[in-house]
């Protein structure tokens, strides 16, 4: 373990190191090529952010409105059936849209329930095997002006459904 520990300590310079070093024995100018890519990332940041801005909104009503509260309440007694228990539900709506907001209820629920419970486990499973589907989508295809998704968003539900089924599944294993 102690080697693991010492190595990651070093790997992010080593890449940074082997790069830099890459380009000087090619003879690319290496920071103007950094410089370019910055510039090229900046632009993106700027095409996305009304797009952010909107979903960080969406999600902090959700959240303040008492919707998700009022989705659990109906959904409570199809999710029980499931195993999945009906305080999990809010998470899962917000996880689809916002990776931030869902940590803060995932931390709610660890302070509530605690950590090693059924209900905390199935959450630090789910928010490792799920997707912020719809920020995804729209971050990445705006920036990248696709117009058409097809089987995408299909896809990612099929996913996610697939992700809270085996954060059910594990989390009964477990306890």
């Given at each position: 373990m102690d080697f693991i520990v010492a190595v990651s300590a070093f790997i992010i310079p080593l890449i940074i190191f082997y790069v830099v070093a890459y380009g000087v024995m090619n003879k690319t100018e290496v920071y103007d090529v950094f410089v370019e890519g910055?510039?090229?990332?900046?632009?993106?940041?700027?095409?996305?952010?009304?797009?952010?801005?909107?979903l960080m909104a969406a999600v902090g009503i959700l959240r303040s409105s008492g919707f998700l509260d009022r989705i659990s309440d109906l959904l409570g007694g199809v999710s029980g059936k499931l195993g999945l228990p009906s305080q999990l539900v809010p998470l899962i709506i917000v996880r689809m849209f916002s990776s931030s907001a869902a940590t803060g209820l995932s931390l709610d629920l660890f302070r509530e329930y605690g950590t090693d419970s059924y209900i905390g486990l199935i959450t630090s499973i789910l928010m490792s095997c799920t997707e912020?589907?719809?920020?995804?989508?729209?971050?990445?295809?705006?920036?990248a002006k696709v117009k058409k998704t097809r089987w995408t968003l299909a896809g990612a539900l099929i996913a996610t459904a697939a992700g809270i089924a085996a954060s059910v599944a594990l989390a009964r294993l477990m306890c």
């Open positions: 910055a510039k090229d990332g900046i632009k993106t940041v700027v095409s996305i952010l009304p797009t952010l801005i909107g912020t589907i719809f920020y995804t989508m729209s971050v990445y295809f705006m920036a």
